[in-house]
């Protein structure tokens, strides 16, 4: 029986489409160098771990693709810009507790976007509890990060299911036992998630 649901934040609770901003900032062709030289890097990594300072992350960044240093510069000064609050993250959370289950957010996120930004997290208040990396100096998919959560909240992988739009992501929950979904749209895997939880979860009346 599933006791919990665990949220990945970014692409999934709240709107974070990297490439399409550096699109309407920059054009096609540099938003994408700028993604190439920003995105999936060791220095993202980094970013969301908080392992290293800010400008030092620029730095790495920067050093990616030296020509374009100015437009890197001005997308991680307005990345806030990117992030955009779903307005079906509170219903969903709330429909969840309604029906008796614990929710919890398992995100890779920086500090300086939550400083930018708090207000598109303002279904966290609402939920049981998370853990961020930078937070824990670690990122997803180490099963490590995974495994924090459970700890610190007590509860059984067999018991949760994890909702993520990598699989990569994905992947690593269902190795540890987790109910895993990767997530595309809310239309395609609200209606799946749900009809999978009334199935496998007892409704408290």
């Known amino acids: 029986m599933m006791k919990a649901v665990i949220f990945d934040i970014g692409a999934v609770l709240i709107r974070f489409e990297w490439r399409d901003f550096l699109h309407r900032l920059f054009g096609e062709k ?34 990616n693709a030296p020509e374009y240093a100015a437009e890197i510069t001005e997308a991680m000064r307005r ?17 969840l507790k309604q029906m008796g289950l614990q929710v919890y957010y398992l995100s890779n996120y920086f500090p300086y976007l939550l400083w930018k930004k708090p207000q598109v997290l303002d ?3 609402h939920m049981d509890g998370g853990v961020f990396s930078w937070q824990e100096k670690i990122t997803k998919p180490d099963p490590e990060i995974f495994r924090r959560l459970l700890n610190r909240y007590g509860l059984a992988a067999e018991e949760c299911v994890f909702v993520d739009d990598s699989p990569v ?15 595309v749209s809310y239309e395609e895997q609200h209606p799946e998630i749900m009809r999978f939880l009334s199935e496998h979860t007892k409704e408290i009346s």
């Open 169 to 183: 992501n994905t992947a690593a929950a269902a190795a540890l036992g987790m109910q895993a979904f990767q997530f």
């Open 79 to 95: 990345v806030d810009e990117c992030a955009e609050k779903q307005p079906y993250a509170i219903p969903w959370v709330d429909e």
């Open 30 to 63: 540099t938003g994408d160098a700028v993604y190439d030289a920003t995105w999936g890097t060791e220095a993202w990594r980094q970013l969301d771990s908080d392992a290293l300072p800010r400008d030092e992350i620029l730095r790495l960044f920067t050093g």
């Open 123 to 125: 279904f966290i208040p």
